[in-house]
């Protein structure tokens, strides 16, 4: 009967053991479904960022285009303004230069008749 009970006593243990596996077992697959649910979350919430960034992206592009854009044109302007202004200085002499001339002829014409 010693080998009986030794056995049965034995078999207990092991039901017990079992049954504490079956629990561990029912609460890593529950951890596991929603670790697997958290997942799918993060999934979305990483497709919506990436959405985000793509459009982010874009519109950096857009505006770096822009930016570019304006700078080609700004540098047109400035040349155009940059030529202008030597033009108007090089009239500007020019005109400078008649005044002087015509200043001369006036104090000439001027002494000549006095």
Same mark, same amino acid.
């Given at each position: 009967?010693?080998?009986?009970?030794a056995?049965n006593a034995?078999?207990?243990?092991?039901?017990?053991?079992?049954?504490?596996?079956?629990?561990?077992?029912?609460?890593?697959?529950?951890?596991?479904?929603e670790?697997e649910?958290?997942?799918e979350?993060?999934?979305c919430?990483?497709l919506?960022v990436?959405?985000?960034?793509?459009a982010?992206?874009? &519109?950096l592009?857009t505006?770096k285009?822009?930016?570019?854009?304006?700078?080609k044109?700004?540098?047109?302007?400035?040349?155009?303004?940059?030529?202008?202004s030597?033009?108007?200085?090089?009239?500007?002499?020019?005109?400078?230069?008649?005044?002087?001339?015509?200043?001369k002829?006036?104090?000439?014409?001027?002494s &000549?008749?006095?």
């Amino acid at each position: 009967m010693d080998e009986c009970d030794a056995i049965n006593a034995e078999n207990c243990m092991l039901k017990d053991v079992c049954s504490e596996l079956k629990k561990v077992i029912r609460m890593l697959e529950t951890n596991k479904q929603e670790l697997e649910c958290m997942n799918e979350i993060l999934k979305c919430e990483k497709l919506k960022v990436d959405d985000k960034t793509l459009a982010l992206c874009k &519109d950096l592009n857009t505006l770096k285009d822009l930016m570019n854009m304006r700078e080609k044109v700004f540098n047109t302007d400035l040349s155009r303004l940059e030529s202008e202004s030597l033009d108007l200085k090089l009239r500007l002499e020019s005109f400078v230069s008649e005044n002087n001339q015509l200043l001369k002829k006036a104090h000439k014409a001027e002494s &000549d008749l006095v």
